[in-house]
């Protein structure tokens, strides 16, 4: 368990339990991303005036006019991620307050996740750092480029909507890798979709409808 873990009341291990639970009736099975969850204490993800409601199932947002997904999303996205053989290397765009990739570091060997805003790039590694979680390498770039010296990757996981998968994360895919992205259709609306990289194609299927902050061009100070 990280450090700081630990809090009274509304931002206690108890409210955590109480999230995991009410996941686990929302259908979410895998033991490794309810434990993980479990363990990682969201509320110091959230601005502190929002603390108090860091473990109820919702967005909130971080600063910067972006959020932070709801918990339900990013147990849905990880499971998705690690249906089939454990990913060992996951790349994640959008950082964000770093929730998400906290999470993933529970379970995989190593994470690496870019973001656009300077600001939030930074606040994500001193927070990591104070949780001391070491695994998970951050970036302050265009996450449409992917991170073509760490590629492949076993897993992509975008947690910014684009009206279609950039082309060089799919070229980043390990074989046998899976992506998994919120994308924008013509009516605004949001689905998550899930690519399989095989030896011959990209599996595309659809999972669930979505809401997310959209993915943006360029990366800014
Ligand atoms: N995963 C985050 C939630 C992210 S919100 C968490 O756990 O808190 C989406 C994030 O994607 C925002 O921080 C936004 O700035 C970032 N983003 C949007 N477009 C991007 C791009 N092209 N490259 C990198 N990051 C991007």
Redesign the pocket.
Known sequence: MVPDATGAGLTSQRARDRLVRLLEGQGIRDPRVLEAIRSIPRHL?VEEALSHRAYENTALP?GHR????QPFIVARMTEALLEGERPRTVL?????????AAVLAQIVDRVFS????QA?SRNARELLSRLGINNVNLRHS???DGWPDKAPFDGIIL??APKEVPEALLTQLALGGRLVAPVEGPDGRQQLVRYTRTEEAYVRDILDAVMF?P???GAEQ
């Open positions: 993800f971080i972006q959020t932070i997904s994640e765009i959008g950082t964000g307050s770093g929730y998400q870019v973001e656009r805003i939030l265009d996450g449409a947690t910014a902050v993915m943006l061009p």
